[in-house]
T-cell receptor, first 111, second 113 residues
Framework: QKEVEQNSGPLSVPEGAIASLNCTYSDRGSQSFFWYRQYSGKSPELIMF????GDKEDGRFTAQLNKASQYVSLLIRDSQPSDSATYLC???????????FGKGTRLSVIA | DAGVTQSPTHLIKTRGQQVTLRCSPK?????VSWYQQALGQGPQFIFQYYEEEERQRGNFPDRFSGHQFPNYSSELNVNALLLGDSALYLC????????????FGAGSRLTVL
């Protein structure tokens, strides 16, 4: 059974710091990796996705993928209180297989 | 550009009843996926529709069924509701060519009493 594991948190960081969110997955055949942000009571919104090993940057967000270690992370630079949310990691085996989501990590950015 | 719209936003049912949830995908999207998100959990895949056919299905019983219409909108039906069906039901649309890049709707929160 495909599994995606995340630390449930809460992860607390001071405003302006770097928040590091981690995710591991069980299926070595996984090809696509997504990070979604979900505010309390709202639906998930896509932050970014990554397909290849290494880093991918988009503004204050950097996704890091290490397929050998089956590990993907999300770094948020200059964290803001508005970044406080639950961050969901999702993994797909191929372009058309359904995403498997982790339970999410709750991030709290303290002003 | 309208995103994914879902209705109703909230509903309360009793055990044994049936419910229908509706979803209109984002303009230009042709694939609709349904997810169930229980409190404190990540979304769980129910099924995916493309070209009016169920293309993939997750580990959900036959009480969960769906439909996609020619205009790409979709319905999720749940029969014989159980207390454990209480959850946020999320519809996500995408392009068949990039089916894993999902855009989620606001969800329908179902409470079963």
């Amino acid at each position: 059974q495909k599994e995606v594991e995340q630390n449930s948190g809460p992860l607390s960081v001071p405003e302006g710091a770097i928040a590091s969110l981690n995710c591991t997955y069980s299926d070595r055949g996984s090809q696509s990796f997504f990070w979604y942000r979900q505010y309390s009571g709202k639906s998930p919104e896509l932050i970014m996705f990554i397909y290849s090993n290494g880093d991918k940057e988009d503004g204050r967000f950097t996704a890091q993928l290490n397929k050998a270690s089956q590990y993907v992370s999300l770094l948020i630079r200059d964290s803001q209180p508005s970044d406080s949310a639950t961050y969901l990691c999702a993994v797909g085996v191929s372009g058309n297989t359904p995403l498997v989501f982790g339970k999410g990590t709750r991030l709290s950015v303290i002003a | 550009d309208a995103g994914v719209t879902q209705s109703p936003t909230h509903l309360i049912k009793t055990r044994g009843q049936q419910v229908t949830l509706r979803c209109s995908p984002k303009s230009g999207h042709d694939t609709v996926s349904w997810y169930q998100q229980a409190l404190g959990q990540g979304p769980q895949f129910i099924f995916q529709y493309y070209e009016e056919e169920e293309r993939q299905r997750g580990n959900f019983p036959d009480r969960f069924s769906g439909h996609q219409f020619p205009n790409y909108s979709s319905e999720l039906n749940v029969n014989a509701l159980l207390l454990g069906d209480s959850a946020l039901y999320l519809c996500a649309s995408s392009l068949a060519s990039g089916a894993n890049v999902l855009t989620f709707g606001a969800g329908s929160r179902l409470t079963v009493l």
